[in-house]
């Protein structure tokens, strides 16, 4: 019990705690310069396990590394005592390390060096202790020599096998084998135990063996060993017989006294166990009985934990992994058979050695700061807590005023340079300790930017944006930022300071680009960095791709267009299925779009245009649905027969994503029509079962074909053949009519009906006739034709028709009764008085006297008019006659009607008839008539073939059909320009003018015509026409180009050049061995020197300029010398000159394949040549 005062002070301690304003802690950054010029205490990193098991094979080495400023110093104890490696000359300490190596290569016994070891690491500011690692020698003893006598039981009982291997350091794996080394065989009945002892539920005669051996397995070593074998014997109480025994019974058939469930294991009806936090429970029951009794789990309270929980070894061992406190409680195994059960139940207790609540970290201060340690573990029991000084306790440690101890923390305040240590905590129970080391370093240090220098940072417009400014200093330094080197430190509004030096601009804008630079300030100093900022276009697919559905083999083009800042590169890569999409020949991408051609199934997919730049991306993403053709239906089925129907049934094939729209069920029948497919009817494409409708007498077989939005399917494979039975037609004959073929016959034809109509065998006609509104008997006929022609008629009758199909089943319907006419005659009479009036230019009114309509002698179809132009009245022109007809159907008394589409001032003839269906009647009169002047048509071009400087031609011929006598033409313009149109001018000519020539007041002026032609009438049809577009420009330069003195002055420059090259080759040639052939003869060199027909050649001939012409095009062949022989510039075909008689082969060379071919010769390509052919 705490006495008054003591709770007084506790009290006041923990209100200091709850108003203690801690200082943060500085963090020491790993940059490798600060690091080498940071000085700190020792840390341990690295040391071996606290329970150390070694191989005595080998090297012993137990670990422990450590980093510190100054490089920390080791040592070692040993059980408790300084440990002195330097005595020991198989112990070595690493350089730079505190890791021993214990080596015996020159003897001794690893099991000398077993014990606890413990290691230090020490520099003038502080010491690290590592755990206290406890060295243990694997060992694996061998197997106690016994004689084992050989095990009798009675067939049904339970037995126990121990194994009881020995004691090893880690403990062995036991397993049991035979002596032929496979493994003893576990299930239900026989299983092994935790302990390693076999157990047998009951055992049966088959267990009858001499080699049941354990084996045990140690880890380090490697090594098995065998326990020498039991022998089993049992004893069964009736004679084992092989005759009858029973394989399917476990005990052969033979009577086995049963017995209830007792447990082998483990013993009485409870018991207890006891298992620490966050390791493994596992729990055993296994029993004995007759039948093998079955093992069942539960947990008083609650359920076992489903997750954790694991039943092995044929549910006789519960498995819980990672424990913790909640697994603690009453677990019960419950063993029945049907004889009875049992149970027993497993108390478990959960402890737990010492685990870490807050452990202790490394506290770094600047001078006159404050901060605190804590150490917090838990465990059960409740963890002792000990503080430690460099290894020493706290009491034996020298004081320090700035240090303070409450309980589980360490309080500092105000803290000196000089007061650094390695301060230990020790948390520790019966069933374990936790050891951790955390450094106090007291730093004093001036500012220092760790970041690079004017750094470039390039954000995208309208992000939050971060300028890193990472530094570090003790104490720890103030930190502002400034833009531009002006104004008050930035912080608010749209900027954001943390506490790490970093500087948040929320919304980053154009106008906040610019140099920022940070300054950060301690007592010890100064030190500053500058960020340079820009504020970039945002990356954006402004033309994403948009999902498709293509059909298979088509091509198909995702487009990705990217708008982005001019001044950032931009890669613009494509995935598919969120992998890299590799192109090939059949994928193709551009700037603006991926091209898929060829598209197949495997192309299907999702599609990523992604896009980046050195600051951002953007992305889109479209789905590729590659449709085909439908496969075909399959299994097609015929059931539910009748008369004339039968059930189809299939199964639909695959869509390829593209839904069956419908079916086409089609036929083919081996009677009619042998291999011929026709379509029978459509289904709707989710029906996969339909009732046919056929026709009698049909042998059918049957296929589908699947239809979708590609397409169809390939047909199915056919059903079985369905046959009709046969019946009377249906349906009567179509198109049944009566007409006569002559003046006194009468034809009567009808379609015949369809092969699938006939309906049976010998389909037959029976037709019915007879004169109409008579009450004659019907005459008829019977026929297998589609036609009967009727005789002796009179001419143009009407007649009653009827028509019925039959065959051997029966006779089928009547048709309706059709009217029909026997032939028609010559009409008789001729129309009368037929005339006209009211004559225009193009069009005039007839009139004639009709006929009697019983003189036509058939049908009166027409009034038909014979009308033809004859001649036109204009002087000179010829006409080609035509003659025309025009049809007019009138029973008027007074009939009449208008010609029209008349050619003006032509003579016309016409005359008319009266047509029937056959036949036309006699003419009428013939009446001749003359149309009207008319305006003229159109001339047949107007064009403007040339235009001048200042002039423009205008040229046009006469009308093709001037339709009167031609009085002249006229011609209106304007000035068109684009913005408005001037008032036309008009121009009239004669008739015999066809051009005219028109001076322009501006020559970059535009005009629109418009040409017609003139009668007494008035103006034709107008020809309209625009002047065509020249620039002013272009007439300026070429005037000035040619009147320009520097233009003349290079002309006259280049003719003086080849004139004086003309003479020097002249004079070198003339004085050369070799020369033409017109020198030798002294022929004179006239103005103009024709080719002569004895051979003489003239340079200022046209062929001789040819090779000059073409040696521009000539330079990309060979270029030879010239030989000055006239076969180079002359014509000779076979390299020969003859001119008195003489050969001259001097003057002849072969010519090229160039010069055959195309007459000019490959010498005359060079500039030497071209001048020598010249000369």
Not at 370 to 391: D, E, F
Not at 433 to 447: E, G, I, K, T
Not at 830 to 859: M, N, Y
Not at 881 to 910: C, D, H, Q, W
């Amino acid at each position: 019990m705490l006495s008054p005062c003591g709770r007084a002070a506790l009290a006041f301690m923990s209100l200091q705690l709850l108003l203690w304003r801690e200082t943060v802690t500085i963090e020491v950054p790993q940059d490798p310069n600060i690091l080498a010029d940071l000085k700190q205490p020792p840390t341990i990193i690295k040391q071996s396990v606290k329970d150390y098991i070694v191989d005595p094979r080998d090297n012993i080495i137990i670990e422990c590394e450590a980093k510190g400023n100054p490089v920390p110093t080791f040592t070692w104890r040993r059980n408790g005592k300084f440990f002195n490696i330097g005595k020991d000359p198989r112990v070595t300490i690493r350089k730079r390390s505190g890791t021993l190596e214990i080596g015996f290569r020159n003897g001794g016994r690893p099991e000398d060096y077993e014990g606890e070891y413990q290691c230090f690491a020490n520099n003038v500011y502080g010491m690290a202790l590592s755990n206290k690692i406890v060295l243990q020698v694997s060992k694996a003893p061998l197997w106690p020599k016994e004689v084992l006598e050989p095990v009798v039981v009675t067939e049904g009982t339970s037995l126990v096998l121990p194994c009881n291997p020995p004691p090893g350091l880690p403990p062995p794996f036991t397993f049991w084998m035979n002596s032929m080394m496979m493994p003893i065989r576990q299930d239900k009945r026989v299983s092994k135990g935790l302990n390693g002892d076999l157990y047998f539920s009951n055992v049966v005669a088959q267990d009858a063996n001499n080699d049941y051996s354990c084996n045990a397995r140690f880890p380090f070593t490697h090594t098995i060993q065998q326990k020498n074998p039991f022998t089993l014997k049992i004893i069964t109480n009736e004679p084992y017989n092989h005759t009858s025994y029973n394989a399917s019974h476990s005990y052969g058939g033979r009577k086995v006294s049963e017995s209830t469930p007792t447990f082998l294991l483990p013993l009485g009806s409870e018991s207890s166990k006891m298992v620490l936090r966050d390791e493994q429970l596992l729990l055993e029951c296994i029993a004995a009985g007759l039948p093998t009794p079955t093992i069942k789990w539960f947990k008083k309270g609650g359920d076992l934990p489903g997750r954790k929980v694991k039943l092995e070894n044929y549910n006789k061992t519960l498995k819980v992994i990672n424990v913790s406190e909640e697994d603690a409680g009453e677990y019960v195994c419950m063993a029945n058979n049907h004889l009875g059960s049992i149970r027993h139940s497993i108390f478990v207790q959960v402890k737990a050695a010492p685990y870490w609540l807050d452990k202790p970290t490394n506290l770094v201060l600047a001078p006159e700061e404050n901060g605190r340690l804590v150490c917090r573990a838990n465990g059960n029991p409740k963890p002792s807590i000990q503080w430690l000084i460099n290894g020493q306790t706290i009491d034996s440690s020298p004081p320090n005023p700035s240090r303070q101890m409450m309980g589980d923390t360490i309080i500092f305040r105000s803290v000196q340079i000089g007061s650094s240590a390695v301060y230990q905590c020790n948390a520790s129970n019966q069933h374990g300790y936790l050891l951790a080391n955390a450094f106090v370093s007291v730093l004093d240090y001036p500012p220092r930017m760790l970041g690079p220098k004017n750094q470039l940072i390039q954000v995208v417009k309208n992000n939050r944006t971060f300028l890193d400014c990472p530094f570090f200093g003790s104490p720890h330094p103030v930190l502002r930022w400034f833009k531009n080197g002006q104004g008050s430190g930035l912080d608010g509004g749209m900027y954001r300071l943390y506490i790490n030096g970093t500087l948040e601009i929320k919304r980053a804008r154009v106008e906040d680009e610019g140099t920022y630079t940070c300054v950060a300030n301690n007592i010890l100093g100064m030190a500053e960095n500058q960020v340079r900022l820009e504020v970039k276009e945002p990356t954006r697919i402004v033309g994403a791709p948009q999902h498709q559905s293509a059909i298979r083999g088509l091509t198909v083009r995702f487009e990705c267009k990217v708008k982005s800042d001019a001044s950032l590169a931009v890669s613009v890569e494509w995935m598919k299925d969120d992998k890299p999409l590799y192109l090939g020949w059949r994928m193709k991408k551009d700037d603006e779009s991926l091209t898929i051609s060829n598209i197949n199934e495997g192309d299907e997919g999702i599609y990523t245009c992604s896009v980046k730049s050195e600051i951002d991306q953007d992305s889109a993403s479209a789905r590729l649905t590659v449709l085909d053709h439908p496969d075909p239906p399959l299994d097609l089925d015929l059931s539910d027969p009748a008369a004339r129907s039968v059930r189809l049934t299939w199964i639909p094939g695959n869509d390829h994503r593209s839904p069956i729209k419908e079916f086409l069920v089609q036929f083919e029948e081996n009677h009619w029509e042998p291999g011929r497919w026709q379509d029978l009817a459509t289904y709707p494409g989710d029906l996969n079962s339909v009732i046919l409708q056929l026709a009698p007498f049909v042998n059918y077989q049957f296929r589908v074909i699947a239809i979708n939005a590609v397409g169809q399917s390939k047909p199915s494979a056919p059903s079985p053949r369905y046959k009709t039975s046969s019946a009377a037609p249906d349906v009567t004959p179509r198109g049944l009519q009566g007409w006569g073929s002559e003046e006194n016959n009468m034809e009567i034809t009808w379609e015949p009906l369809l092969d699938l109509e006939k309906n049976g065998p010998n389909l037959q006609y029976v037709v019915w006739w007879r004169r109409k509104d008579s009450d004659a008997e019907w005459n008829n006929i019977t026929t297998i034709g589609n036609k009967v022609v009727v005789q002796d008629t009179n001419t143009y009758e009407p007649y009653e028709i009827k028509i019925q199909a039959s065959n051997d089943v029966g006779p089928g319907p009547e048709s309706n009764v059709v009217i029909g006419y026997s032939g028609e005659d010559k009409p008789t009479n001729a129309p009368t008085e037929l005339r006209i009036s009211k004559v225009d230019s193009t069009k005039g009114h007839i009139h004639w006297k009709p006929v009697d309509l019983a003189s036509v002698q058939g049908e009166f179809k027409e009034y038909r008019l014979y009308y033809s132009r004859e001649s036109s009245h204009v002087p000179g022109l010829l006409v080609r006659k035509e003659n025309k007809t025009k049809g007019f159907y009138t029973t008027m008394a007074e009939p009449s009607a208008i010609l029209s589409r008349l050619v003006p001032f032509s003579r016309y003839k016409m005359f008319m008839v009266v047509a029937n269906n056959r036949y036309e009647g006699p003419p009428s009169n013939t009446v001749e008539f003359s149309t009207k002047e008319g305006v003229p048509d159109a001339p047949p071009f107007f064009r403007i073939n040339r235009r001048g400087f200042d002039t423009i031609h205008l040229e046009w011929d006469k009308p093709l059909e001037p339709n009167g006598i031609l009085i002249g033409y006229q011609l209106k313009y304007q000035i068109v320009n684009a913005s408005r149109e001037a008032r036309p001018q008009i121009e009239t000519f004669h008739p015999n003018v066809t051009e005219y020539t028109m001076r322009l007041p501006d020559r970059s002026t535009r005009y629109r015509f418009y040409l017609s032609a003139l009668t007494q009438v008035g103006a034709g049809e107008v020809f309209p026409e625009d002047s065509p577009f020249f620039t002013n420009e272009a007439y300026i330069d070429q005037v000035d180009i040619a009147t320009q003195g520097w233009f003349i002055g290079l002309m006259c420059a280049i003719a003086l050049i080849i004139l004086i090259l003309l003479i020097v080759c002249f004079i070198k040639r003339s004085r050369g061995g070799k020369y033409p052939v017109r020198d030798k003869k002294e022929l004179p060199l006239d103005s103009v020197d024709q080719k002569d027909p004895d051979g003489s050649f003239d340079y200022h001939s046209d062929e001789d300029n040819k090779p000059l012409q073409g040696s521009q095009t000539s330079l990309e062949g060979p270029v030879k010398e010239s030989d000055d022989s006239l076969v180079d510039y002359g014509e000779g075909g076979d390299g020969q000159f003859n001119e008195d008689g003489s050969f001259i082969g001097q003057y002849t060379v072969k010519k090229d394949k160039d010069e055959t071919e195309g007459n000019e010769s490959s010498e005359a390509t060079s500039p030497v040549n071209a001048i020598y052919s010249l000369a």
